[in-house]
């Protein structure tokens, strides 16, 4: 009762602290990293209270803003979403039960993600009737900032609505998140030509120019394009969307991997990186997948964040600040009215090809049906 | 005739000397660059005769071992292929059809990627009747030297058989270009559960395992498999491999602009480079594309080599180095005799479930018709 009093005058964070390959020793320190963002910043914390205690009793100022929600069950990061779906009053569950019933306005977990995406769906619900399955969205670094890339990883295979859809979660995503009023849209393909690309990214390329979405769309961009953040958001189907993202990855990684080996090569190498160590790592700093950390699960009836299962605190943070950010913005709100705007303008947009014919009959002055 | 007679007892090159972003300049250099590669190599040159002569005039150990094929007719880098295909006597078109005649083993052109899959296509045909379009290989850096991906770009879709193709067509260049025997083969996938991912990489996978192809089938891989050298060969579809390849490329673009960024941004970080410089050159170097130049068009009646359209000199011997090599080896017999294999193995393949049935049905005894 006090929490739900509280959820009104005080911005209420669920967490999953037993998610993750640390536990409460990351996410309870994460928490209490996290609550310098907002005066008004509270947590619930679900799992073993008596390891949830240990870790708050170094944090008195997280002490004072949080509640323990004890459980003895958590969800394993390798157990099956079938199996992680069927048991109740798992940390997981609990969080995101918190979320449904008001008394938190997001939950954050480092959990085993295919069990956050099922119970997240089980639970809330999608935010409409048709959407599918919620999108996972991520921050992808670029020399201008981040840019948003959704999906990475929920979808398998995304049609050319689907594709929309994304474009204006990610759209919704990246105002509240980084405050641009309308950001741009790519859509990810092998070139940037009208008839390059799979008949679901051509489709859905028509859609975006002769419909009215209030989107504000530049265009094809190509893998590129993601480093370069030639736009905000990049919208992609969820298998080419994971594999962009985890190839980024692992190219960073070797990229890093081979300037250590460069820097430990000689003498003058190693006297070279003593020099540099600091300035690069400033410089290096946005590649590191702390900086990004919080994927939102994006579609659902309330908020969900993804942190990778295994973050640091200040990682854990990083997750919890989006998750705050969405929270405290008009996300769902606006996310809400532009699909319901986008389900009225798919229904009068035309149909491929249409649109030539009928511009064709107006020149000739007959009329079309 | 002299050259025809040459084809026999020395291994000849066709380039299209006026592909790529700088012509002979560029396309002529390299040759001279790839003498060293063998001594029984000789090139077709074909172009702008009075420009090829002028660059041939540096180099005379090349014009010895060079024959020039003049025309004034070249297809511009971003002319459409339909275009391309239908214009005679073009620089690149007489290359190809060298390589058709018998008059060179492989053709090798920086020139537009389009145009030369549709001429390549068009005049030496695909290597079987069922093979639809040449599929794209590119050489991938990675700690343990390079793996062979493909397709990166020729085929928007591929279902089961095709990915089987490339699986095929990837390993007999990876074996002929690395001499690895048994090349292991990975199929490029958000997960590695048997589960994971679309119809056509699941179908394609049950194929890989219950089919005998003689690959040495190493199972899914992911996007962070591509940089740390999983498997010696990564097949996908050519929307996902284009991304792919692309995104690791912007990443590594970024992450050295990141880098000259932070040596440059304070004086002991000027110094740290000016140490460290050699070092890092030398273990970075794997990551510079021009390392790997060099993309064959697998799949046709004879070996076509794709140069990047800005490569320099040393980049460009590179990519006949790829044509060189598999014009000396076995590559076009084996692949010919491995895909009429495939045709014999996929027809007599269970379908999807079947083999459980059988075994099932021979578990009780009973008969499977």
Redesign the interface.
């Known amino acids: 009762m006090t929490t739900q009093a509280n959820s009104q005058d005080r911005l209420v964070i669920a967490i999953d602290a037993m998610g993750g390959d640390h536990g409460p020793a990351v996410t309870v320190a994460g928490a209490a990293r996290a609550l310098s963002i907002r005066d008004d910043l509270c947590f619930q914390l679900h799992g073993d209270g008596p390891r949830i205690e240990a870790e708050l009793a170094k944090y008195p100022a997280l002490k004072a803003r949080a509640t323990v929600r004890h459980t003895d069950q958590s969800i394993a990061m390798d157990e099956k979403p079938a199996s992680a779906i069927r048991r109740r009053n798992t940390s997981l569950a609990n969080a995101i039960n918190a979320v449904k019933a008001g008394e938190a306005r997001a939950v954050v977990s480092a959990g085993n993600t295919g069990a956050l995406m099922a119970l997240s769906k089980m639970i809330l619900k999608m935010l409409t009737d048709d959407l599918e399955r919620p999108a996972i969205g991520c921050s992808w ?3 201008k900032g981040f840019a948003t890339v959704l999906d990475v ?1 929920a979808n ?2 995304s049609d050319a609505r689907q594709l929309i859809e994304f474009a204006l979660m990610g759209a919704a995503f990246h105002k509240a998140i980084w405050g641009v009023d309308r950001p741009s849209i790519g859509l ?1 393909n ?1 070139g940037s030509e009208d008839m ?3 008949d679901e990214v051509k489709e859905a390329h028509r859609l975006f120019k002769e419909t009215v979405l209030g989107l504000n769309y530049y265009g094809f961009v ?7 953040g030639t736009t905000d958001v990049v919208v ?1 189907d ?3 969307g ?14 890093q ?3 250590k ?3 430990m ?2 003498l ?2 190693m ?14 700093r ?2 590191d997948p702390a900086e990004s950390n919080g994927g939102p699960l994006l579609g659902l009836k309330g908020i969900v964040i993804k942190s990778h299962g295994g973050a640091d605190a200040r990682s854990f943070a990083n997750a919890i600040k989006v998750g705050v950010s969405l929270a405290a913005s008009g996300y769902e709100r606006e996310l809400a009215a532009s699909l319901a705007q986008m389900t009225q303008s798919l229904a009068l947009a035309p149909e491929a090809g249409q649109t030539d014919m009928k511009d064709l009959a107006v020149a000739s002055g007959s009329k079309v049906i």
Chains 1, 2 share one sequence.
Request: net charge positive; with cysteine.
């Open positions: 670094p670029n020399p990883g398998v295979t990810l092998v390059k690309g799979h190509e893998g590129t394009d993601l480093c370069e992609t969820g298998f080419t994971n594999i962009a993202l985890k190839t980024a990855e692992g190219a960073a990684r070797f990229m991997a081979m300037l080996k460069g820097f090569s000689s003058p190498a006297i070279g990186a003593f020099l540099a160590k600091g300035a690069l790592k400033r410089t290096l946005p590649l």
